[in-house]
Structure formats: C-alpha cells, structure tokens
C-alpha cells in the first residue's frame, strides 16, 4: 500500500514537471540546437519579408527605433518592445547586437520570444557578445547572415558584422565597399555595425579604414551599440558621416531615426 | 598545502573510509575503487554522458565524474564537457523490493568550445569577459534502487534541473518563469 503510495506521488510529479517544461530535455547550455518550430529559423528573412509588405507609396519620411546591447535585460527589453509598439509612427526597429550575453540557446531563445511580441519587423546584428561559446552559430541558424544589406523605402540599410576579437575571420570590409559602391542611386544609406570605429576593437588602421570607406560612399550614418552609452558625433572624422551610439537595454533608451525619403537623418534618443 | 585544504582533504579521505566501512549491504572496495558506474541523458552536461562514482556516507552523499556528450545533428556542433556530480540526500524509503530515495544536488560542467574559456587570450583586457567554460547547475530528483544481485544494484533515476546562468535571468527579470528555465535528465546508477 505504502509503496503503491509513493509511486503515484512520483508519477504524479513527474508528470507535472514534465508537461510544464518548455523544453523537457535540455543537453547542454552550449548546444548550437535552437527550438524546432520554424518560427526560430531565418528570423532575419521572415522580417524583411514583413518589411517588404509595407506599402510606402505615401511614406515621405518616417521613423526606425535603434535598439543595442539588450545582453540580460529582458525586462527592459519588453519594457522597450511596449514603447515602441505603441508608436505607429515607428516603421520598423533594428537591434545593434549582443542579443545574447553569453551567447548561449537559451538566451537567443529568450530575446526572439520576447521580440515576438513586437508588433513591427525587426532586423538584428551580431555583436561581440553574440560570438561567445558557441553563439556565432546560433545566431547564424536563428537570425540568418552576419552580414545582409536591404533597401527600404529608398534608404540603403548595410548590416556589417565588424566583431574582431572573437571571430575567427576579420571583418569584410571588401563586402561593406562593396554595398556602398552604388550608393548614389538610394536617398540614404546607413550602416550599423556593433563597434563603432573609435571602439577598443579596432585598430587606427582598421578605423580609418572603416571611415574612409562611409565617407567616401557619402554614407548618410552610423549606428553602433557595444558602448553601453550614448554617443553622438558628427565632427569627430570631418566627413558627412553622422555617427550615433545607441545605451546599452538597461539605460532604458532607444534611439529613433527620422528618415526622409529622398534624403536626410535625424536622430534622437528617447527615453521609456 | 594550505590548511583548509589539507583539513577537507583528510575529511574526505575519513569520509571515504567510513563508507567503505560501514556498508553492510555490498561487498567492501578500496576507498579509491569506485561504487558506481552511471549513465545520463539530458541534465544540461551533455545529450549523452556516462562517468564513475563513489556512494559516500551511507549513500546519502553520490560523487561521480562523467564525461557529456552532444551529438551534431544537422548542421550543429559537437560538444564536449566534463562534469562533477554531487547529489546529497536527507532521506529513504525502504520499501519490500526497492529502496526509494530523493536528492537535491549540482554539478560542476566545463566545455570548451570555440568561444569558451578558462582564462581570457591577451587580446582582451583584463575583465572584459567572466569565465563561460564552466557552469554550474543545480538540480533535484528521485532515485529507485533495485537489487539485481548479490551485491548490485540497478538505480533509475529521473531529476529536474537547470544552469547557473538561467537562474540568473529568472531572479534578475520577472518576466522570466521557472518553466522555461528548467528541463528534466533520466539516468541509471549501477551500484557495485
């Protein structure tokens, strides 16, 4: 009877956690394997297919929420994910890496569920961050290239991975020349990258490099994160190129891009 | 050898002995010899992981050390890690054919990986990251002991648990709930 007992007490356990589980078996915190629902996979390519579907035909200007090093501040980041839904002005939102703090499954898992509650599309860099453990794969599988460029609404965006210490190749910048060669033909055009070129990652070469290839291509901006404060700075090379820092999640700011069509950026911080 | 050190050392050598000693129930090894051999699926140290261990203090106190494997599937890494299991217990039920037997205890996981490390390499300044080739998890299950022989013993074990780093997020964001955070591992002790 007695042992009759303690087997129904177990089963019953048992069964309560296994059901209540998100993922009822989990390897281990370093494995490269992300959920299986498709949701997770090529999240990069399902929001410029979202992107795609606004229509622009009236759209003059509008408005881009910069987000940047959200590392372990889900809180702050749902808080954020709130404000900026709440903006119809807002068209979409680009996070300027470090999704992840130790760029682990569960944290990319966590970050695309709590984007998911994001009414608008939103594109992603990686950042130094992101290439911990095992995480450049993780990103890769979960967001898609670390380096992509779309045209929005006659503005160029160039997504760069710029991340030196931790990747095992260095940056291509023949890539970024590359996608800034035709940039006449676009009213704008903005890089993001995570480090900006006065960042501990880059080498004088490495920046001069970096900003003789924006200035020389009349980039319009560039928004990094990685910092964790905010930065602006439109004097600093002497060239056209405006050069923004956006606070990392916990400073409870996001930065917003006002784009006009056929040419011009401000940008602001705003606080939520 | 610093003191402490030297005093846990002693310890866990008389801690040894005395298990050795007084088990009544299986045939007396060596201190050093191991008392069990496990294996595990799941349990955040590996897809796969088997290791040895050692019952101490009347078998209220499992060490083992196991060897965790994650097999690539399609297009993901293989893993490697090495794990230090404790699990203590503060209680049994002694039932007609079987023991029953619940335990709380942690491990102590090291990987490296390709962006995993013990120390940081000289490009980076000091403190520009924490150490993330070790991780702790915590965990609590129930075990089964059966008798298949004389002297051994079958444990089918079943735990829930999670890692350090998940505990972390869930005391740092109420946003986070304890089901998304922990998983569950199966396993079976042979106890000899």
Known sequence: M??????????????????????????????????KDASYQNTTQTNLNLLAKIDTTNLTEYKVALLADNHYYYG????????????????FVLILGDLADQGLSQEYTLLHDFMNKLTKPYLTIIGNHD??????????????????????????????DDVFWESKETPDFGWLKNELSQNASFGNTVVCSHIPPYGDQFTPAYASLYTSILASSNTTLSAHGHLHFSYYDDERYNDSVEYVVIPYTDNRIYGELTINRSGGITSKQVSY | MRKPLRIFFIFLCSALQLSSQNENERVKHKWYIPSLATFQFAGNIGTFSAGIGYNIFHDYWQASLLYGYVPPKKGELSINTIAIKNAVSFCRLKLKRNTIQPYIGFTCNYETGNNSFTYLAPQ???????INSVHLTVFGGIKDRIRIGKNNFLEPYIETGTVDSYMFYYFHEHDIHLNQIFSMALGVNYVF
């Not at chain 1, 007695?2 to 370093?30: H, M, N, Q, R």
């Not at chain 1, 702050?76 to 068209?91: G, P, S």
């Open chain 2, 124 to 130: 980076y300044p000091n403190g520009y990251y924490l």
């Open chain 1, 76 to 91: 702050e980041l749902q808080d954020a994910v709130t404000a900026i839904n709440a903006r119809k002005d807002i068209a």
């Open chain 1, 2 to 35: 007695k042992e009759k007992k303690v087997i129904a007490i177990g089963a019953f356990l048992f069964t309560l956690v296994l059901f209540s589980c998100e993922k009822v078996f989990d390897s281990s915190p370093y494995e490269t394997a992300t959920p």
């Open chain 1, 131 to 160: 290439y911990l453990s095992n995480g450049e794969d993780i990103y890769q599988k979960m967001f898609g290239p670390k380096n992509y460029s779309f045209v929005f609404n006659h503005t160029k965006f160039v997504m760069f």
